[in-house]
T-cell receptor, first 106, second 122 residues
Framework: SQKIEQNSEALNIQEGKTATLTCNYTNYSPAYLQWYRQDPGRGPVFLLLIRENEKEKRKERLKVTFDTTLKQSLFHITASQPADSATYLCAFPWRFGAGTRLTVKP | GAVVSQHPSWVICKSGTSVKIECRSLDFQATTMFWYRQFPKQSLMLMATSNEGSKATYEQGVEKDKFLINHASLTLSTLTVTSAHPEDSSFYIC??????????????????FGPGTRLTVL
């Protein structure tokens, strides 16, 4: 069956550092992959979409990579801030990984 | 733009009763809406995909007779949990895709999520 896995349940980093979150998938070849942010008790908010023919995509302090050989996507937040603390979900249509809870400490 | 609302935001009901949750796209038309369920500290699990004017497509393991979905218009989908039991207690979230966007653009596949409905069955 198709699986989408986010390796780390939680990640704690210091403000100003780069956070790197990992998403792996099996038994599937998605045409694209999405990343969302979810705050407690709220619905997810779309951040970025990367297609299978794109190696990298950036949006402000966010960067996503997509390696179809490794079946992996990496999500980076540079110059992290406490306000970036949230759960980040990767998804391919329309299934979500379990999420990584990021905490950025001042 | 692209706001999705859900009503109610939370509901407490007795076991055996039915609960209806509404999902509305406030400023856009949504041909397709999705219903998810999320248990504490777990990810969203897709329950069903609903297309306006047709029957919903349910994911494997989701009882269609228990979770009734109606997508009566381009701006409204409802989920009715029939004969609710305590194990149905969860956070139910809907999402919608904007109709008419160009398929080649990233925004075509963007889902806009509602704020969720917390259901507690006693």
């Amino acid at each position: 069956s198709q699986k989408i896995e986010q390796n780390s349940e939680a990640l704690n980093i210091q403000e100003g550092k780069t956070a790197t979150l990992t998403c792996n998938y099996t038994n599937y070849s998605p045409a694209y992959l999405q990343w969302y942010r979810q705050d407690p008790g709220r619905g997810p908010v779309f951040l970025l979409l990367i297609r299978e023919n794109e190696k990298e995509k950036r949006k402000e302090r966010l960067k996503v990579t997509f390696d179809t050989t490794l079946k992996q996507s990496l999500f980076h937040i540079t110059a992290s801030q406490p306000a970036d603390s949230a759960t980040y979900l990767c998804a391919f249509p329309w299934r979500f990984g379990a999420g990584t809870r990021l905490t950025v400490k001042p | 733009g692209a706001v999705v609302s859900q009503h109610p935001s939370w509901v407490i009901c007795k076991s055996g009763t039915s609960v209806k949750i509404e999902c509305r796209s406030l400023d856009f038309q949504a041909t397709t809406m999705f219903w998810y369920r999320q248990f504490p500290k777990q990810s969203l699990m897709l329950m069903a995909t609903s297309n306006e004017g047709s029957k919903a497509t349910y994911e494997q393991g989701v009882e269609k007779d228990k979770f009734l979905i109606n997508h009566a218009s381009l701006t409204l989908s409802t989920l009715t949990v029939t004969s609710a039991h305590p194990e149905d207690s969860s956070f139910y979230i809907c999402s919608a895709r904007v109709s008419g966007r160009e398929p080649k653009k990233d925004s075509y596949n963007e889902q806009f999520f509602g704020p969720g409905t917390r259901l507690t069955v006693l």
